[in-house]
C-alpha cells in the first residue's frame, strides 16, 4: 500500500435496526476519516428483510443533498419515519421519492461509475431484492388512511 491509497475500516453491524449507530459513528469521526485518508466501510445484516429496507430508507433520507431537503426539515422527516406512524404530507412525498429511488437500485444491475457508491447491494440475492421491491411497493402506500387508519384505530 503506497502512500497515497485511502485506509479502510470495515465494520459488522448485525441486527441494529437504524442507521443512527452508523450516522453517528461517521459524524463523531469525521475530521479524523478526512485527516488521515480513511475509508470505512459499514456491513449491515438483519434476518428481517423490512429491516434492511427500513434502514435504507433512513439512509437515504439522511444522505440526501442539502440543496434537496435541508437539516431540520432532514431531521423532522427522520424522526417520523423512525417512529413508523404518521407522516405529513411533506414528508410523504419525500418518503414516495425515497422508495422509488430505492426500487430502481435495487433492481438495477449496473452502477453508475459518476456517482459514490453509498449502498452496494451486490451480495444480495435476487430472491432478496425481489423481496425488497415488494417491500417497498407496500410502504408506497404507506400513510394512506383508507389501508389502514391509524389515528381511528388509536
Do not use: C
Not at 429511488?101 to 447491494?121: A, M, Q
Amino acid at each position: 500500500m503506497n502512500g497515497f491509497e485511502k485506509k479502510t475500516v470495515r465494520i459488522l453491524l448485525v441486527g441494529q435496526k437504524d442507521m443512527r449507530h452508523v450516522m453517528e459513528t461517521l459524524a463523531k469521526n469525521w475530521d479524523f476519516l478526512q485527516t488521515n485518508d480513511v475509508f470505512l466501510e459499514f456491513y449491515i445484516g438483519d434476518h428481517y428483510l423490512a429491516e434492511i429496507g427500513r434502514e435504507m430508507i433512513l439512509w437515504s433520507l439522511g444522505t440526501q443533498s442539502p440543496e434537496e431537503l435541508g437539516l431540520y426539515e432532514k431531521t423532522v422527516q427522520f424522526m417520523e419515519i423512525f417512529g413508523n406512524t404518521l407522516l405529513r404530507p411533506k414528508t410523504k412525498n419525500n418518503f414516495l421519492t425515497l422508495t422509488k429511488r430505492l426500487v430502481k437500485l435495487v433492481t438495477s444491475e449496473t452502477i453508475d461509475e459518476k456517482k459514490p457508491v453509498l449502498l452496494d447491494l451486490s451480495d444480495l440475492k435476487f430472491r432478496e431484492r425481489d423481496n425488497l421491491v415488494e417491500i417497498f411497493k407496500h410502504w408506497s402506500h404507506f400513510g394512506d388512511s383508507t389501508i389502514f387508519n391509524i389515528q381511528g384505530n388509536w
